[in-house]
T-cell receptor, first 119, second 114 residues
Framework: EAGVTQFPSHSVIEKGQTVTLRCDPISGHDNLYWYRRVMGKEIKFLLH????????ESGMPNNRFLAERTGGTYSTLKVQPAELEDSGVYFC?????????????????FGNGTRLTVT | AQSVTQLDSHVSVSEGTPVLLRCNYS??????LFWYVQHPNKGLQLLLK??????LVKGINGFEAEFKKSETSFHLTKPSAHMSDAAEYFC????????????FGSGTRLQVQP
């Protein structure tokens, strides 16, 4: 099966501009996650979709970040306006939606990430 | 609350020698624990996972990890390092409380010397 695909692989933008990152999960995976790694820090959870619904967005840093998953397929993460501290690698991951007893054991499949540089 | 501490930011070994990457976790509930690896310019790949079954977990590429509840540890080992093992390794915890977000450690960069 095709893996999780993220576009673009790299993006360099100026402070104040807008950037949209895209994630195509593995076909049939209802769960979609966004994570990011700011330079020198840990990989941090941003949010979790189940199909088109936001299940958990507790990790979104502020209202400059907007994630969507219309139709429950691919997802976009928009940063508007971008700030210097938004630089980092943004990862997308997807997993199957298991049964209640095994829902926590579905492995996450990660994309290669989008490296965002804000100058 | 849950957290993960990877005790070494960098580990360097010689090819053919054992690998030990250390991880301690903190969790208020029964955790699921994972090790992920990231090779340069690649995505995160699952090495192995512990989900309350056997405490010694075998993963891909000869890696294994042992869950020790009394020590709150989940160290990753491999008997003999290969050059292709050079990568960054992440210890990850998830607690079964309804939230499915993963908590990552800060990562350990493994260098393998010829």
């Amino acid at each position: 099966e095709a893996g999780v695909t993220q576009f673009p692989s790299h993006s360099v933008i100026e402070k104040g501009q807008t950037v949209t990152l895209r994630c195509d999960p593995i076909s049939g995976h209802d769960n979609l996650y966004w994570y990011r790694r700011v330079m020198g820090k840990e990989i941090k959870f941003l949010l979790h979709f189940v199909k088109e619904s936001k299940q958990d967005e507790s990790g979104m840093p502020n209202n400059r970040f907007l994630a969507e998953r219309t139709g429950g397929t691919y997802s976009t993460l928009k940063v508007q306006p971008a700030e210097l501290e938004d630089s980092g690698v943004y990862f997308c991951a997807s997993s199957r939606r298991g049964s209640l007893g095994s829902s926590y054991n579905s492995p996450l499949h990660f994309g290669n990430g989008t490296r965002l540089t804000v100058t | 609350a849950q957290s993960v501490t990877q005790l070494d930011s960098h580990v360097s070994v010689s090819e053919g020698t054992p690998v030990l990457l250390r991880c301690n976790y903190s969790s208020s509930y029964s955790p699921s624990l994972f090790w992920y690896v990231q090779h340069p310019n690649k995505g995160l790949q699952l090495l192995l996972k512990y989900t309350s079954a056997a405490t010694l977990v075998k993963g891909i590429n000869g890696f294994e990890a042992e869950f020790k509840k009394s020590e709150t540890s989940f160290h990753l080992t491999k008997p003999s390092a290969h050059m292709s093992d050079a990568a960054e390794y992440f210890c990850v915890v998830r607690t079964d409380t309804g939230r499915r977000a993963l908590t990552f450690g800060s990562g350990t960069r493994l260098q393998v010397q010829p």
